[in-house]
């Protein structure tokens, strides 16, 4: 069964703008991924944050976890062409022998 | 490093055909698990190894069977392909654990006739 649900499920931004995602969650979990896809590609490992962490950075990413609301925020700041992908949340369960749980993705679309 | 490898990268089978998907990986990781990614659907697990000879179900492992013989191999077998399984197959691996950074492959674009 799908945990991670992302939220807004297509985006569509000129580029320069700021991009924002979210991801909802359902159990207790151990960390939270975040996840981006090129077209016709594998996934790439974007971030992790552990479940007693609130926020953080890597480069142009923010992301935010706010476990007693079950969710999670990708900001994209300055975004580019290159940044169209699809990106998705997963939730390593802890209900569920730790096992990760894929949300469904966001897909961005940056406008040149 | 090659990081994880995945052949073929295409194929076409009729129903009721069998073939294995091939995934390795040269990172010396002891997690690996194949995926398939259906359109407008997340990542759904099918099995996973969590070690050499070591090899468990995920959530649709229904038609498909594993093995891990060796740490950096890891096939997938379809065992008479549906068209049900028309799908995008992903093999990751992580060094230690599911709850780890997982590294993906290029995936395989399975079609079933």
């Known amino acids: 069964s799908q945990q991670g649900e992302e939220d807004p499920q297509a985006l569509s931004i000129q580029e320069g703008e700021n991009a924002t995602m979210n991801c909802s969650y359902k159990?207790?979990?151990?960390?939270l991924q975040w996840y981006r896809q090129n077209s016709g590609r594998g996934l790439v490992h974007l971030i992790l944050i552990r479940s007693n962490e609130r926020e953080k950075h890597s480069g142009r990413l923010r992301v935010t976890l706010d476990t007693s609301k079950k969710s999670s925020s990708l900001l994209i700041t300055a975004s580019r062409a290159a940044d169209t992908a699809s990106y998705f949340c997963a939730t390593v369960d802890m209900d569920s022998n730790y096992q990760l749980i894929w949300g469904a993705g966001t897909k961005l679309i940056i406008k040149p | 490093n090659a990081g994880v490898t995945q052949t073929p990268k295409f194929q076409v089978l009729k129903t009721g055909q069998s073939m294995t998907l091939q995934c390795a990986q040269d990172m010396n990781h002891e997690y690996m698990s194949w995926y398939r990614q259906d359109p407008g659907m997340g990542l759904r697990l099918i099995h996973y190894s969590v070690g050499a000879g070591i090899t468990d179900q995920g959530e649709v492992p229904n038609g498909y069977n594993v093995s891990r013989s060796t740490t950096e191999d890891f096939p997938l077998r379809l065992l008479s392909a549906a068209p049900s399984q028309t799908s995008v197959y992903f093999c990751a691996s992580s060094a230690k654990a599911e709850a780890d950074t997982q590294y993906f492959g290029p995936g395989t674009r399975l079609t079933v006739l």
């Open positions: 159990t207790s979990i151990n960390n």
